[in-house]
């Protein structure tokens, strides 16, 4: 596996990769979510490269970038064993080559659900997406489900701007009791992390509502936060049910023949959790 | 010459295209300008390609967007004769295919000089042009000095997202009293036209000036304020000198050891007329 710290090294990597090539991208502290992404990449055919960036511009000041969990090491060996022919692992001055005046913002996607408390996090997300694409090339990009604004918002930004990639959404992988994997999951206390629970839970109240015929958008929200309440999570940043392909708000506010997403942000502790699940 | 009107004829024939591209960006209603770019594109070895599109986002409601000169069929024979492989003319449509909400800005930069007076300019220019890029993949982009600001901008853009393409300025071609070639020049009456040579006198004015030692911003500005006064322009949207490869105020307002740019901006009539020249 190759360990390519600087754009050189990656250009003359990438000039001797032939067929297909599929990018995962992360900021590292990766977990089985990151890797459920690393086998889909490695299930097609051609060479697979992952990223680890932890991207300054994606958090604000007030924000855990300082904190971000960085495993350089155990990442390292994930990414090896999970059969990765390259990894790309810029510093901050390596990806920032230019003047740093260049922002691709898409709107008014990025300033809904987490833009409206993150408001300059996904213009972070979609600048240095579009520099690892043209800087990686590949063909086929890997994103988590997971955080499925940004996979919705990035597939808008290749088709609007053209770049020559196929964007690919993997599942995203649970812990036994239903919490959606993530890097900032360690930051939970112990008391913490069994509450966090309640959000795979209200999302799975909502689903079942949704099965037992509900299709009022203000039902099944409610329906969710009343789970969120009885696991005494009351820091509750939004609960949305939006078109799944496009996170528009749903006409006159009820699921019509699509099966849409609900989509919630928290706060557990100082720690922000988001989830969702395509209400089927 | 192949005439390419949508992505998917455009596609084909870059997949055909064996060494290098080079690419020429227009809007059509070429004029002597725009051959002097083809030219260059063409002295270098490889293919060259032109796109004709007249791209409604750059220009603002109270712009001359529907009556900015389209000569098509004339275009095509001088492209034909400049010696051009193919051609990329899209349909609105065909160029915007997404959503429409991703947008690149370069700021501060794309909010100064013209930015000031036209805001939502340069987003459009930077959007068209990297969906351009990622359609055409050329690798040398060929862009006209007589938009300094706009090539000074794009130059900026393709480094900040390492957009794998080379940006070449080509000088401006002006006619014999000096006035700076441009699609716009066809709007102005025959008075209008005789005064619009103060733009190239002024900063003719300016240059002299420097060369006969003067150093102060301030002074120069003056100098082409009063050509333009002579010739009965009085409305000036700026005169400026900068940095000519960042467009930076220069520090204390005085000239140091780089050449800089003198721009301006001025209304002849109802006609918005741009120049710059490097006071060397």
Same mark, same amino acid.
């Given at each position: 596996?190759?360990?390519?710290?600087?754009?050189?090294?990656?250009?003359?990597?990438?000039?001797?990769?032939?067929?297909?090539?599929?990018?995962?991208?992360?900021?590292?502290?990766? &977990?089985?979510? &990151?890797?459920?992404?690393?086998?889909?990449?490695?299930?097609?055919?051609?060479?697979?490269?992952?990223?680890?960036?932890?991207?300054?511009?994606?958090?604000?000041?007030?924000?855990?970038?300082?904190?971000?969990?960085?495993?350089?090491?155990?990442?390292?060996?994930?990414?090896? @064993?999970?059969?990765?022919?390259?990894?790309?692992?810029?510093?901050?001055?390596?990806?920032?080559?230019?003047?740093?005046? /260049?922002?691709?913002?898409?709107?008014?996607?990025?300033?809904?659900?987490?833009?409206?408390?993150?408001?300059?996090?996904?213009?972070?997300?979609?600048?240095?997406?579009?520099?690892?694409?043209?800087?990686?090339?590949?063909?086929?990009?890997?994103?988590?489900?997971?955080?499925?604004?940004?996979?919705?918002?990035?597939?808008?930004?290749?088709?609007?701007?053209?770049?020559?990639?196929?964007?690919?959404?993997?599942?995203?992988?649970?812990?036994?009791?239903?919490?959606?994997?993530?890097?900032?999951?360690?930051?939970?206390?112990?008391?913490?992390?069994?509450?966090?629970?309640?959000?795979?839970?209200?999302?799975?109240?909502?689903?079942?509502?949704?099965?037992?015929? @509900?299709?009022?958008?203000?039902?099944?929200?409610?329906?969710?936060?009343?789970?969120?309440?009885?696991?005494?999570?009351?820091?509750?940043?939004?609960?949305?049910?939006?078109?799944?392909? /496009?996170?528009?708000?749903?006409?006159?506010?009820?699921?019509?023949?699509?099966?849409?997403?609900?989509?919630?942000?928290?706060?557990?502790?100082?720690?922000?959790?988001?989830?969702?699940?395509?209400?089927?």
């Amino acid at each position: 596996m190759e360990w390519l710290t600087d754009r050189a090294m990656l250009q003359r990597w990438r000039r001797q990769v032939q067929g297909q090539l599929a990018f995962v991208p992360t900021m590292g502290a990766l &977990h089985e979510g &990151h890797l459920r992404l690393l086998r889909a990449a490695r299930e097609s055919p051609g060479r697979v490269i992952a990223s680890i960036f932890v991207n300054p511009t994606q958090f604000a000041p007030n924000e855990d970038f300082a904190r971000y969990p960085r495993t350089l090491e155990q990442d390292r060996l994930l990414l090896q @064993e999970a059969g990765c022919d390259a990894v790309f692992v810029p510093s901050v001055a390596e990806m920032y080559h230019g003047s740093g005046q /260049t922002r691709v913002q898409v709107e008014p996607l990025g300033s809904d659900l987490c833009g409206r408390f993150r408001p300059t996090h996904f213009q972070g997300v979609a600048t240095v997406v579009t520099i690892l694409l043209n800087l990686v090339r590949p063909d086929r990009l890997y994103l988590g489900c997971k955080d499925y604004q940004q996979l919705i918002l990035l597939r808008q930004m290749v088709a609007d701007l053209a770049l020559p990639v196929q964007v690919l959404g993997v599942e995203t992988v649970r812990e036994a009791d239903g919490l959606a994997m993530s890097s900032r999951n360690r930051y939970l206390a112990p008391e913490e992390r069994a509450r966090a629970v309640g959000v795979a839970q209200a999302l799975a109240a909502a689903q079942q509502a949704r099965r037992a015929g @509900e299709r009022r958008v203000e039902v099944l929200q409610a329906v969710a936060q009343a789970v969120l309440a009885r696991h005494g999570i009351e820091q509750v940043d939004y609960v949305a049910v939006r078109d799944a392909a /496009t996170l528009a708000a749903l006409p006159e506010g009820v699921i019509g023949d699509q099966d849409p997403v609900m989509l919630l942000a928290v706060r557990v502790g100082t720690t922000r959790l988001i989830d969702n699940r395509i209400l089927a």
